[in-house]
């Protein structure tokens, strides 16, 4: 009756912000936030009041993945709601606010959270990637581009961006299923190195690369970028350093430096939030994230990255946004995720199903509403002259041919 009493307040109070949700309870009482319901939460048990009393995104999520919340609707409206509930109940500073997290990064650590996130099985990601299982954002060059023409467009457009010649040695660090590295082998005839913690994404690369006859031009190595030597005419690093840890990106940068020849040009790809003081989502949206998706992620300001990037010996050549490109992206993931319900629960089973519907879902939406972006940072060694390595205008990213 207690946590009854205060949703009724909670229910009074939002009212007047006419969300359109309605808040049913497992007894058959429910609560109408607004004149036209778009979207029901059901609370199936007593247990689940306290995640709607304070409903930042963090709670609402929780309570859906642990099942003491069921949602109806359609998805985009499902976060429309939930950030309405989230913004009129609860502060985007303090307990869900934007806190900067700060936690160590050892190599056993990160291989840890990798192993975590990507090896839940190649199926899995098999069912709602592209072909070529690029889990990165795509390059639309039209919003109607299907997703596997973006996915190829991006791994052209980052190769072409590089200047990658036949015969030069490229380092991909956090090299995925290997798309890129088979990609930059077999159209633009370099030698490449992949490097990935995942042993499932290890493996299945080494597999491609074998079933593409390019064991001669590519590797995949088990292996951390701490742990890497030698020198690579190109490096580039796509949705990696996200698992860094915002008081490593110095000391990153730095040994991409270090690994980069002094004619070397080097790209690094990677998701930054919008908040300049933190690496957090308001409202709870990061917590949630930390929880059940990305433990020990990350993400920095754009100026932190670049701060650090220059602070490590490298210059900035070319900075570039992709929020939209990956807005766009995501809704194609969580489309193909939607259709393939029953297959993915089977697979993974109910809960992993929820933590990933909302997962992807909610990136989507925090992308649409600039909650977070991604930049492509384009760089070459500060204290090396840059002769021809670029030319002077950025016409040569969008042609065919490098």
């Known amino acids: ?13 939002l009212r007047t912000h006419d969300i359109p949700v309605r808040i049913a309870l497992w007894n058959g009482q429910h609560y109408d936030l607004g004149a036209a319901v778009r979207v029901v939460i059901r609370v199936t048990a007593p247990a689940g009041l306290p995640h709607m009393l304070l409903p930042s995104l963090d709670s609402l999520g929780s309570g859906y993945v642990e099942r003491l919340l069921d949602v109806e609707g359609k ?18 500073t303090g307990r869900f606010g934007r806190v900067v997290r700060s936690v160590r990064h050892t190599q056993q ?26 889990y990165s954002c795509a ?16 791994l052209d457009h980052v190769l072409r961006k590089i200047r990658l010649q036949p015969g030069q040695h490229l380092l991909d660090i956090g090299c995925g299923w290997g798309a890129l590295i088979l990609r930059a082998a077999e159209k633009f005839g370099a030698r490449c190195t992949g490097i990935t913690l995942s042993r499932h994404q290890w493996e ?3 597999e491609r690369i074998a079933a593409a006859g ?45 690994l980069l020849a002094d004619d070397g040009i080097a790209l690094n790809h990677g998701i930054t939030s919008t908040d300049p003081d933190s690496g957090e989502v308001a409202w709870g949206g990061g917590t949630f994230i930390h929880r059940y998706v990305f433990p020990h992620g990350e ?83 500060a204290d090396k002259p840059l002769v021809d390595r670029l030319p002077l205008t950025r016409d040569f990213m969008y042609r065919e041919t490098s």
């Open 1 to 13: 009756m207690f946590w009854q009493l205060r949703l009724e307040k909670l229910a009074a109070r």
């Open 75 to 92: 998805l985009e409206d499902i976060f429309a709601v939930a950030a309405g509930l989230a913004r009129h109940a609860v502060k985007p």
């Open 109 to 134: 650590i990160d291989a840890d959270a990798i192993a975590y996130h990507y090896d839940v099985s190649n199926d899995f990601y098999r069912i709602w990637l592209d072909e070529n299982m690029v």
């Open 139 to 154: 390059y639309f060059k039209d919003s109607t581009d299907s997703l596997e023409q973006a996915q190829m467009q991006k």
């Open 204 to 206: 299945l690369a080494r």
């Open 214 to 258: 390019l064991s001669d031009r590519c590797e995949v190595l088990l292996a951390d970028y701490r742990d890497m030597d030698g020198q690579f005419d190109r490096i580039t690093s796509i949705g990696m350093f996200e698992h860094v840890g915002l008081k490593n990106l110095r000391g990153y940068f730095a040994k991409l430096r270090d």
């Open 299 to 381: 993400l920095p300001h754009i100026s932190l990255a670049v701060r650090e990037m220059s602070a490590a010996g490298l210059e900035i050549s070319d900075v570039e946004n992709l929020r939209r490109h990956y807005a766009l992206t995501l809704r194609h993931w969580s489309q193909r995720y939607e259709s393939a319900a029953e297959r993915i629960r089977a697979m993974v089973g109910e809960t992993r199903y929820r933590i990933w519907r909302m997962y992807l879902a909610g990136c989507a939406y925090s992308f649409d509403h600039a909650w977070t972006s991604i930049y492509q940072i384009l760089a070459v060694k």
